[in-house]
Structure formats: C-alpha cells, structure tokens
C-alpha cells in the first residue's frame, strides 16, 4: 500500500511537470519525461511553499535550528557531541560571512566536531577560485539576470571544498560585520541552501553580528585569530544527496505576472490560493524604489537604470530594517506578527518576496519563511528583471504584446519610465523576445538534481 502511495503521488509530480511544460518547446516535453523516470524511481517528495515554512519559538532561546541566538551557539562550541539538536549526526559546520572585524575574530572550533570557515557569501558569479557565495549570472528562458540562485555545481563545490555533508551537519551562517547589508548577504546562503534540499532542521542562522555579540555579549564563545583549513574534497557531497525538491522556493516570472493578475484566485501548484507581494525595496532613508520616483535602480553592472520604475501591483512596501534592531538582530516574534498584519498580510496566504535583486528581501524572507512560518516564495528576478522589461517608453525591449511585457497597468503600478539616455541598450542582456518561458532555471536545476 505505501508503494502504491508514493507511485500515486510520483505521478502527480511527473503530471504537473508535463502540465508546466504544456505549449512550450520540444525540448521541456523530454525533459519533462525524462524527470519522469527519475521521480518514479526515487519517489521524490515534492514540497509546497507551506512545507517549507517552520515557525520559531516565541522565545528564540529555544530554537535549535532557523533562527538562534548566542547562547545556544555557545552551547553547542562548548560541546557538540553533548549538546547537538535530536537528528543531527554530523559536525556543527560554521560559515562566517567574510573575515572577522579587525580581520580577526573568528569563532573558535575544535577542527573535528565544530568546524569554522571565512566564506564570501557575497561573491558567486564564478567558479569558487573567483568567489563562494550564493548569487550567479543566470538565464531563465528569456533573459539574463545577474543575481539569480546559484545552480547546483555551484553549490556541490560549495559542500565539498567546506566537507559539508548536507543530509548530516548542521550548517550555522553567522554576520561579521556591524550592517544591515552584511545580514542580507549571510541570509542569501539559508535561501539557496533550502532551495537545493537543505533540511531545515539543518540550517541556523545566528541572531546578531560578531563585533555587536562580542560588545553585549563577550562571553558566548571563544575567539582566534584564524580558521580551520577547508578539507577540498572531491565529489563526495552533493545536492542530489537530497532527494526532495524545494523548487517553489523560487517562483518565476510567469508565475509572478500570474499570481499577480489574479492574486485572491491563484492556481499555481505549490503555493496558496491567495498572494501578499512583499516589497522590500525601500529602508529606513528612502521609499525611492517602491515610489517609482525616476532613476531609482540601478544595474550592478552598467550603472544605468532599468527601463521604468514603479512597483508590482498590489505590492506593499516592506522596509526591510525596519525588522532588525539597532544590534542587528531580528525584532521578537511578537513584533513580527503586527508588523505584517499592519501591512495587510493574512495568515495563510503566501508571500512573494522581491526587492532590487533579491538581497533585502532575503531579511524579510527569511521573517516569513524561519520565524513566522507562513509560507513564502522568492521572485529571483526581483526588479532589476521586472523594471527592465518594457514595451513601451523611450527604450522598449519587449513586443508590445510580448506576454512578458510588465509595464502594463494590470501589472505594475506608478509607471516611471527612465529617460533613453540613462536605460543600457545592452541590457537585460540575452534577451529572448521570443521565449516561450521562464523558468527555464528550474528546468535545468531539476535536471541537474534528478538526473
């Protein structure tokens, strides 16, 4: 009967696989097939935005993965074998996100249960000899984006340079620098760990930046000046270790315009009926971004702007900071909860998160997803795609009739368009204005996977 149980439900994966790829090319119907086979034999559990949503304790004291605070890091440096979380049978692996203030305070490990690395969270673009962060180049079918989720050789060179063994250890992130920026950045590598199958019961992220820890509370742990040396190993982790897909973590394009179009009535496997657009583009100094005022987003590498600004419709805006405290942590539970409320989020609905490139947004995802449990999805893209795809104003990159045009009332609000002389022609680069999808990232990343 259990057998049974988990045909049945393989099959339904492979049918909504065959659903997706529905008009689209050849090519999508064989991949399609070919995931097929690899669903049925290894019966996959695919899981929806809400299984993947963990609420936290109400006091994070007590929370043994997501987030934690320094007491419980401190307890686990302490002593791991006696002290590691039910479930967990591997090492306590900590990543610091760049080196220690002062360039040395980096936490202190025993090289054998508790290991601590440096690890550049922020730089992704090549392979990890130019940089071991989470963000990559990547194209979705239909154009290019600079920050999208790193793809899974990445991420399985990631593991075995560090020996992370994915389905055993507990990977903890920690911030080592007093800036908001710096908790965006450590964020990014939870995402993009649960995106490629990462357990939640295996990732943490610590509550707070080292040099402010260090100030309120010296005690938690031990320092030293250096690391442990990275093993380098050699294909003996991987993400197809992980035989889930936690792919709706990623929402494309298409599914956005859809959700967006109809958000009370949504049909998209995986997430709830009913969407909240999460808006996390604007701070504490400005609403710029979300206002549409003109010249307001920049791309990272023309320093021009996207075709127009303005913002998804519906969307609210979220100030990211106005979650963390003045010691960078996140705010209480509590806190959290009229805050969304305040902004008009229902429970049960899933939240789209977007910002600029999906950085800020990690802050507030992150809220959603590891401390309040409601579900949530990301828009990679996020506005540096979204703004760049006109059909109209000075320098239009789309048909008009393109079913990927965004500069349309029914789905952005306070349509700002940029002056041609301040849009790159150039970009989004590798634009396909005959892309029939967009999620052409999470084809070849299933691919990779299950294959």
């Known amino acids: 009967m259990k057998q049974l149980l988990k045909k049945t439900v393989s099959i339904l994966v492979v049918a909504g696989l065959l659903g997706a790829c529905t008009n689209k090319k050849n090519n999508d119907n064989t991949l399609a097939l070919l995931l097929a ?30 987030l934690i605070t320094p007491s419980t890091l401190g307890r686990w440096v302490s002593n791991w074998p006696a002290n590691k979380p039910r479930g967990i049978n591997g090492k306590l692996v900590i990543l610091q996100n760049g080196t220690g203030p002062g360039g040395s ?15 550049n969270f922020a730089n992704g673009a090549g392979a990890i000899s130019g940089g071991d962060g989470f963000s990559q180049k990547r194209n979705n079918g239909l154009t290019d984006t600079t920050s ?8 399985d060179k990631i593991l075995n340079l560090y020996g992370i063994d994915p389905v055993n250890d507990l990977i903890t992130l920690v911030s080592t620098a007093n800036a908001n920026s710096h908790v965006q950045g450590t964020l990014r590598g939870f995402y993009s760990f649960r995106y490629w199958g990462v357990d939640a019961k295996n990732l943490a992220f610590l509550n707070g930046t080292i040099p402010r820890l260090i100030t309120t509370d010296p ?17 003996r982790y991987s993400v197809k270790q992980l035989r889930v897909d936690n792919t709706i973590i990623v929402l494309p394009l298409e599914d956005v315009i859809t959700a967006v179009k109809n958000p009370d009535n949504v049909s998209i496997p995986g997430i709830t009926s009913s969407v909240f657009v999460s808006d996390a583009r604007s701070s504490s100094g400005s609403s ?3 206002n549409g005022v003109i010249r307001s987003t920049q791309h990272e590498v023309s320093g021009k702007y996207t075709g127009f600004e303005g913002r998804i419709k519906g969307a609210k805006e979220l100030r990211w900071t106005d979650l ?13 909860i009229a805050y969304y409320a305040g902004k008009g989020y229902l429970k049960g609905q899933t939240a789209i998160q977007l910002c600029r490139t999906n950085n800020r947004s990690q802050v507030t995802g992150f809220s959603y997803i590891a401390i ?4 949530t999805t990301y828009y990679d893209g996020s506005w540096i795609e979204w703004g760049s795809l006109t059909g109209g104003g000075s320098t239009p990159k789309l048909p008009a009739n393109s079913p990927y045009r965004t500069d349309v009332p029914e789905l952005s609000e306070v349509i700002t368009y940029n002056v041609a002389g301040d849009i790159d022609a150039a970009l989004p680069s590798g634009l396909n204005v005959n892309a029939t999808t967009t999620r052409q990232m999470v084809i070849d990343d299933k691919a990779y996977k299950f294959r």
Do not use: C, M, W
């Open 288 to 290: 710029n971004e979300y």
């Open 219 to 235: 005690n938690f742990v031990s320092f030293t000046n250096t690391t442990n040396s990275p093993p380098a190993l050699t294909n």
């Open 148 to 155: 999208l989720i790193a793809d899974g050789e990445h991420i």
């Open 37 to 66: 086979g690899a669903f049925l034999t290894n019966s996959v559990k695919v899981n929806s935005a809400a299984e993947l949503a963990h609420e936290s304790n109400d006091d994070y004291n007590l929370n043994e993965y997501g």
């Open 324 to 336: 963390l405290d003045s010691e960078y942590r996140f705010k209480p539970k509590a806190d959290l």
């Open 105 to 119: 305070e980096y936490i202190q490990g025993d090289g054998t249960n508790v290991v601590v690395y440096s690890f």
């Open 372 to 375: 309040l449990g409601y579900p």
